[in-house]
């Protein structure tokens, strides 16, 4: 499998000028973990997660070293630490040494990446341009398919998925956003969460009306979009993850 048959094709971003509580409300309005950053000019320039977020003056977690630790750090550090708590813009926080992926780059090197590295997400980019995300959820999704029968992906799945990701485009409430889909001999299974009763039964009743398709297997979450509660679909024995 390469990476194109897992990514996340619709891809939510921030820029490098967006506020701290821009970017917070991103995260938290589609339930992802991390973002990437955009420029103008539409150039990766940068990652942030939600360990950018971790240590915030606002919330009182800033760094706190006693004087000995303080006099200790160097300048540097110090000044690191000062720019990460206290920054208002994403520019201030995010991570500048980037490691992305190809379209095609094989799973396996996809996780030898991600375990070296010790990161939960790849940006897929081609010719400079990001196209898509990969992310341990992903992967994880993708295994949950794979393991109904042999390894290797046959060449119908993979049309059939870029055909339901595209009905899926097509839903007034932006479903590729809040939803993946893995496809294994023509068996559809649905990641991700949706706000709003019965989305996920237009989201299976969307893949099911693909060509190809034998079965729709819905792993949908509800999450309420005020408290943040998320059930799990009853049909689904294992809890559904993030998308991204």
Same mark, same amino acid.
């Given at each position: 499998? =390469?990476?194109?048959?897992?990514m996340?094709?619709? +891809?939510?971003?921030v820029?490098?000028d967006?506020?701290?509580?821009?970017?917070?409300? =991103?995260?938290?309005?589609f339930?992802?973990s /991390?973002?990437?950053v955009?420029?103008?000019?539409?150039?990766?320039?940068?990652?942030?997660?939600?360990?950018?977020?971790l240590?915030?003056?606002e919330?009182?977690?800033?760094? =706190?070293?006693?004087?000995?630790?303080?006099?200790l750090a160097s300048?540097?550090?110090l %000044?690191?630490?000062?720019?990460?708590?206290?920054g208002?813009?994403?520019?201030?926080?995010?991570?500048?040494?980037l490691?992305?992926?190809?379209?095609?780059t !094989?799973?396996?090197?996809?996780?030898?990446l991600?375990?070296?590295?010790?990161?939960?997400?790849?940006?897929?980019?081609r010719? /400079?341009?990001? &196209?898509?995300? +990969?992310?341990? %959820?992903?992967?994880v999704?993708?295994l @949950?398919g794979? +393991?109904?029968?042999? /390894?290797?992906v046959?060449p !119908?799945d993979?049309?059939i998925?870029?055909?339901?990701? %595209?009905?899926?485009?097509?839903?007034?409430?932006?479903?590729?956003?809040?939803?993946?889909?893995? +496809?294994?001999?023509? &068996?559809?299974?649905?990641?991700g969460?949706f706000?709003a009763?019965r989305?996920?039964? @237009? %989201?299976?009743?969307?893949? /099911?009306?693909?060509?190809?398709v034998?079965e729709v297997?819905?792993?949908?979450?509800?999450?309420?979009?005020?408290?943040?509660?998320v059930?799990?679909?009853?049909?689904?024995?294992?809890?559904?993850?993030?998308?991204s």
């Amino acid at each position: 499998m =390469k990476a194109r048959d897992i990514m996340i094709r619709d +891809v939510v971003s921030v820029t490098p000028d967006c506020s701290i509580a821009e970017m917070a409300q =991103k995260m938290q309005q589609f339930r992802v973990s /991390g973002l990437p950053v955009i420029n103008a000019e539409g150039e990766l320039v940068g990652v942030v997660t939600e360990g950018d977020c971790l240590r915030r003056a606002e919330t009182g977690t800033q760094v =706190k070293r006693s004087g000995w630790r303080s006099f200790l750090a160097s300048p540097e550090t110090l %000044a690191g630490e000062y720019i990460r708590s206290h920054g208002r813009k994403v520019s201030d926080v995010m991570t500048r040494d980037l490691i992305t992926i190809g379209e095609d780059t !094989d799973l396996d090197e996809v996780i030898h990446l991600m375990e070296k590295h010790q990161i939960k997400r790849l940006p897929v980019v081609r010719d /400079g341009s990001v &196209i898509g995300i +990969v992310s341990r %959820a992903n992967l994880v999704q993708a295994l @949950a398919g794979l +393991v109904r029968g042999s /390894g290797s992906v046959h060449p !119908d799945d993979v049309e059939i998925r870029e055909k339901v990701l %595209a009905e899926l485009g097509k839903l007034p409430w932006t479903a590729r956003e809040f939803i993946s889909a893995t +496809v294994k001999d023509g &068996i559809v299974d649905l990641w991700g969460s949706f706000t709003a009763f019965r989305q996920d039964q @237009a %989201a299976v009743i969307a893949a /099911g009306n693909v060509p190809g398709v034998k079965e729709v297997r819905n792993h949908l979450a509800w999450v309420d979009p005020v408290s943040g509660l998320v059930i799990y679909s009853p049909d689904d024995s294992l809890p559904a993850e993030q998308v991204s």
